[in-house]
């Protein structure tokens, strides 16, 4: 009688124990739940940061694959552009390409950048001071732009543009 008293009382004990266990798991998960809306992710402001810079570079240089990279297309990539109807994937990569093939320079200045990151989720916003060299011509764009990024197997991709005229 008294062994199996002794091993009912361990049996207990150790229920008590791990269920002890999964409550302080629970609590320390909540405690450690992420602040979507106040944290500031300042690491992966300055990851997108080097992407947007990547971003621009590739337009100077030329290489609309490297440019093409930084975008997830898919089947829920969407851009507005210049207040027509929703651009897919396939017209977004076509109208890219075509834009650096046609232009011989390209200068830029991003006013009033804001990066806003939410966990593997950031919306970029800023005035776009375009100006593309076509030919002997250098234009003037200015633009009010969104940028979606998602963060795909460690890596910032584009998932949403938004270009609107900025009337300066």
């Not at 361990?10 to 629970?26: A, G, H, N, R, V």
């Not at 621009?56 to 210049?82: N, P, V, W």
């Not at 001071?129 to 076509?134: L, M, Q, S, V, W």
Request: include cysteine; charge should be negative; hydrophobic fraction near 40%.
């Amino acid at each position: 009688m008294k062994t199996k008293f002794t091993f009912l009382s361990i049996i207990i004990l150790s229920i008590m124990i791990t269920s002890c266990d999964k409550k302080e798991d629970l609590n320390s998960a909540e405690e450690a739940s992420i602040d979507l809306i106040n944290n500031e992710f300042p690491e992966a402001k300055a990851e997108i940061k080097a992407v947007l810079d990547g971003i621009f570079k590739s337009i100077q240089e030329k290489d609309a694959d490297k440019l093409i990279s930084y975008h997830i297309y898919g089947s829920k990539f969407t851009e507005f552009r210049d207040s027509e109807t929703r651009f897919n994937s396939e017209d977004n990569e076509l109208y890219e390409r075509g834009f650096v093939g046609a232009i011989s320079g390209f200068d830029y200045n991003l006013g009033d950048l804001k990066i806003n990151v939410f966990g593997d989720v950031a919306v970029v916003t800023f005035h776009a001071d375009f100006r593309p060299t076509i030919g002997d011509d250098v234009l003037q764009i200015w633009g009010s732009t969104t940028l979606v990024f998602v963060k795909v197997e460690g890596a910032w991709k584009i998932t949403h543009e938004h270009h609107s005229p900025l009337n300066r």
